[in-house]
Every structure is written in C-alpha cells, then in structure tokens.
C-alpha cells in the first residue's frame, strides 16, 4: 500500500514537472505560461495528450517530435525524472504534512531556477521576489515545518519561524555581496538575490553549509566543464546551478548534516 502511494507521488511529480518545463522555457522569453498551449518549437505543431506523458513520451517517441522528429531537448526528460523521484522521496520521508507540500514547492521553485541559470545565464526577479514573500510569510505562518531535526537521542523541533529566515536571509545576502565585492565578477547581482533568498528558504544556521555546499559544487561543475573542453577557461560559468543544487540537498538532508557535524564535538 505504501508502496503504492509513493507511485502515485512520482507520477505527481512528473506531472508537475511537465509544467516545470514549461515555465523553464516560457517565463525567461515573458511568454505566458497557459496561451498557447503546448507546441514543437521547430513546426508549431500542437501537442495532443499522448505526446505530454511525462518521461513515456520521451521514451516512446525516442526523444524526438511525432510531427517534425527533430530532437526534444533532454533536459524535459531529467526534469520529470529529477522531480518524479524528488515526490516520492518526499513523500517517503514527510508522509503527508505540510513539512511535504513546502519542501516539495521549494524544490520545484530551486529546479526551476537551477535549470534557467544553467541554460541562459539568468536569474529572474520575478522568480526570486515573489519566492522571498512567500519564504517570509512560510516563517511567520508555519514555523518549525523544515527544520525537525534529531539531536542526540530526541526529536529537535527547530523553532526557525520569521526571526530564524531572517538571520538567514541576512547571512546569504552578507556573505554572496561580500564575494561580488571582493571578487569582481567572480558572482553577480542574481547570485546575491538569490543567496538571499536561500537564506530566508533554509535559515539559520543550515544558511551556511548550502553556501560552502555550493562553492564545492561550483568547483567541481566548473573543474569538470573544463576538464570536458565545454567552456573555455575565460567564460563565466553560472553559480546559479550549484547554489540551487545545493539548496536541494539541505532541504533533503540538511539536518542529517547538521547532526553528523554536531555529532563531530
Ligand atoms: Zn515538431
């Protein structure tokens, strides 16, 4: 039975996901999200039900369009997949709380980012200060949803609420504004938002592993597009990606972190 719930999460996953594209493809071009509906971007062909079964469609018509068979981008495919699993993971850690329709929200908001920033370089305002008003009033209204953490042998309940989000949101802006001011361009303005951001979603103190998380992320990602001859070693590799990357994790496994490295003392 159990089992069988997770399925029907990973299946809502990967329908939410089929949305998370569009968004993906839509918001950065300020094209609605609803109008039109569903076309190949190379013929304008309108997609029909069966070619929008998140991941069968892809696999079915082996990543191609039924109508032009040009290529569909991968990235629709490891977007559902990423998401499905992301559900059903969720759902097998949170059961069914409002610990589960946050974090998952979270993530889809930090895969969305996460996919714009590494296919176009950018970081949309209006993605980032509607996500800060909705963190702010997540930390007034439903305090202590995220951060249940054990410390020894008994269940914490963090009491994160607005002052906790806060302090975060002030450590990821303090911190992100000092690297762009002594870097010089290392980072830019997006970053800053969006470390803010990060902050006010995870508070603190978990606020600081996502950061570091995300410089060993960055290195590695920036390290490995060299390595792979994808960039040349002058052009900006966006920071975006591992930050929100980063920020996933903690949502999944920060307080396991945290434990571990409390446990460290
Ligand atoms: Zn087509």
């Known amino acids: 039975m159990e089992g069988a719930v997770i399925a029907v ?12 594209n569009v968004c993906i493809d839509r918001l950065p071009n300020n094209e609605s999200l609803f109008f039109p509906p569903s076309h190949c971007p190379s013929c304008r062909h309108r997609l029909a039900v069966k070619d929008l079964i998140p991941v069968f469609s892809y696999l079915w018509l082996r990543g191609r369009c039924r109508y032009c068979r040009i ?41 969305v980012l996460m996919v714009i920033d590494w296919e176009r370089g950018l970081i949309l305002n ?18 202590g949803s995220i951060s249940i953490f054990l410390l020894g042998n008994s269940l914490v309940l963090l009491p994160p609420g607005i002052a ?31 470390a803010a951001l ?12 996502t950061l570091i998380m995300a410089s060993i992320f960055g290195g590695l990602v920036a390290v ?17 990606p591992a930050l929100s990357l980063a920020t996933i994790v903690t949502l999944l496994w920060g307080t396991n972190i945290l434990n571990w490295y409390l446990g460290l003392f």
């Open 224 to 240: 490995g597009l060299l390595l792979l001859k994808k960039k040349k070693r002058k052009e900006a590799i966006p920071f975006g």
């Open 198 to 209: 990060i902050g006010l979603v995870i508070g603190f103190p978990l606020v600081f592993f």
């Open 126 to 143: 209006k993605i980032v200060y509607p996500s800060m008003i909705a963190a702010i009033l997540i930390g007034i209204f439903l305090p």
């Open 9 to 20: 999460f990973a299946i809502l996953g990967m329908v939410v996901a089929s949305f998370l």
């Open 71 to 111: 290529h569909i981008p991968k990235r629709l495919l490891w977007v559902e997949i990423g998401t499905g699993a992301l559900f059903a993971y969720l759902y097998w850690s949170y059961g069914l709380s409002a610990g589960l329709g946050i974090t998952a929200g979270y993530g889809c908001l930090f895969i």
């Open 164 to 194: 906790q989000a806060a302090i975060g949101g002030a450590i990821g802006l303090g911190i992100s504004l000092l690297i762009v001011l002594v870097s010089r361009g290392g980072m830019g303005w997006g970053d800053v938002k969006m």
